[in-house]
């Protein structure tokens, strides 16, 4: 088996045996599988400094790493799941949730603020995958309209970050309207000229990626991310066949045409900063 | 044809066996009247018994019943000068989902619906209901074109979800949902949506979008199959009836959850037991949402599709 194939056994729906950064004073790069030293990771905004493999990083580390200093202003961290359908599999839906909460300190996966990014105002939101696999149910669907609706109002630019198995099955069709209830909120977005970034992260599919993720004004890509609609495992079933390397991965969307740029994590600031200009200049010259 | 029956229609089949086996055992006329009568009257209570509580496991295997009328069979019954449109003008026609130009009574529409193919051959060939981007992509032209003409969009929506292969990763298969999704959102004309099978996810909602959604009685609208929820969550392929219990996927779930406008009542035993009574229940829908929705202006109708989707979700804080 490749390294490559071993890599995409790690992608599940629930994300829970996903690869973290192990404590101590190394650590094994789940890109190259070189032992490397961890503050010399830490250093390098957690990307290996011998093959450019990016780490998962903490949504706190990602506003560190983007956001101009002391800028972000969370909101909407109070809102909660209510497990609408009572769901229960091998565990109650409601423990799970509690579970995650416990693990993340958070309420939920989506985590939402108004930020400045290179002297520039903008609304944020991003995408915990440590939470539930980033699973989106109606907690998400709320966040990410909330979000589009404040960036509207305050004419600014929105900036999504996703990482996330899909939608959460747990709230099971509310969480399948939530790809709508978002979708038909970045509409009114482009309906009144308010410009939407998208960066996608390692992983993001299913349901989020067939709907906000994929539908910004320009769409970022992290090197090396898997992005795509069905999971590498379900397309395997179906098509009785293994995939080959590279498949659903940032550089082969970049070359498909579904993403305008694959953006290392130590420029993406400067250039989030860039369309955040480019965008404001235009919303300038409409006159808004 | 012979009538195909599900498992649990087994007691249904066993008298409908006994009914046949005496007609055909070549008596005199009038011998086996009253059994005849007998055996009837026992096929029909059980009937009501079995069909009036299904569980939800089973309205699923009901909604894949092969034999459910499928949107084709719908324009046939009702849709006059029908004309079908293909293509998305970029990759290819994708015969997993049918659009088109019709008449629903007066009034000209644009017909977009889903099709799992009615034969062996032509279920091969409509890849089971299945789409790939182009088929969303060409409901999204036509979508446009209504729109450029002021005509109401009418979508059926039937399909296991959109196909997973890698074609359709490699043409953006998660894009042409998205956009789709946020294009029905914002579409100046009125858009009435029916689940007229089984509505599998996303690629269900792909064409599910809508000022109405109704719902037939025995179709069912879900996140994920049964069968997936229960490989992934119960870890063990075969607890479907318990997945589809726990996932809430028949239509008055999707009622209480307000997730849908209006559950249509299908014959007894399902649409495919009387498909002429199931399509004027379906056309006299369509006809009454159309009408209310044309009285409504563009901008209160847009709004109000906004709302309808901005509301849907159950959380606190």
Partial sequence: ?288 | MVRQYLDFEKPIADIHEQIESLRASGAAPGTHDKELERLTKKAHSLEVDIYGKLSPWQQTQLARHPERPSMLDYVEKFVEGFLELHGDRAYRDDPAIVGGIGRIGTREVVIIGNQKGRTLKTRVIRNFGMANPEGYRKALRLMHMAERFKKPVVCFVDTPGAYPGMGAEERGQSEAIARNLMEMGRLKVPIVVVIIGEGGSGGALAVGVGDRILMLENSVYSVISPEGCAAILWKDGTKTATAAEALKVTAKDLLALKVIDEILPEPLGGGHHDVTQMSTTIRTAIVRHLDQLEKMSEKERTEARYQKFRAMGVYEG
């Avoid at chain 1, 994300?15 to 990771?41: H, M, Q, S």
């Avoid at chain 1, 983007?66 to 972000?72: L, V």
């Avoid at chain 1, 038909?184 to 992983?203: C, F, H, K, M, Q």
């Fill in chain 1, 1 to 288: 088996m490749s390294w490559f194939r071993q890599k995409l056994r790690k992608i599940t729906a629930s994300g829970e045996d996903r690869t973290e950064i192990p404590e101590g004073f190394w650590l094994k790069c789940n890109g190259c599988k070189e032992i490397i030293y961890r503050k010399e990771v830490d250093a390098n905004s957690k990307i290996c400094p011998k093959c450019n493999y990016h780490f998962p990083i903490s949504v706190d580390e990602r506003v560190g790493l983007i956001c101009d200093p002391h800028t972000f202003k969370a909101w909407g961290g109070e809102l909660k799941s209510k497990d609408p359908l009572v769901f229960k599999d091998s565990v109650r839906y409601r423990d799970r949730v509690k579970k995650a909460q416990k693990k993340t300190g958070r309420n939920d996966v989506m985590v939402c603020g108004d930020a400045a990014i290179c002297g520039r105002p903008v609304v944020l939101g991003i995408m915990d995958f440590e939470f539930m696999g980033g699973s989106m149910g109606s907690v998400v669907g709320e966040l990410v309209t909330r979000a589009a609706e404040r960036a509207l109002k305050k004419r600014v630019p929105l900036i999504l970050f996703s990482a996330s198995g899909g939608a959460r099955m747990q709230e099971g069709i509310l969480s399948l309207m939530q790809m709508a209830k978002t979708s038909v909120a970045i509409a009114r977005l482009r309906e009144n000229g308010v410009p939407y970034i998208s960066v996608l992260t390692d992983p993001t599919f299913g349901g989020v990626a067939a709907s906000f993720s994929m539908l910004g004004d320009v769409n970022i890509a992290e090197p090396g991310a898997l992005i795509g609609f069905a999971g590498p495992r379900v397309i395997e079933q179906t098509i009785k066949q293994s995939l080959p390397e590279g498949f659903q991965r940032s550089e082969f969307l970049l070359e498909h045409g579904m993403v305008d740029m694959i953006v290392d994590r130590k420029t993406l600031r400067d250039t989030l900063g860039r369309l955040v200009a480019f965008f404001g200049s235009t919303a300038v010259a409409a006159g808004h």
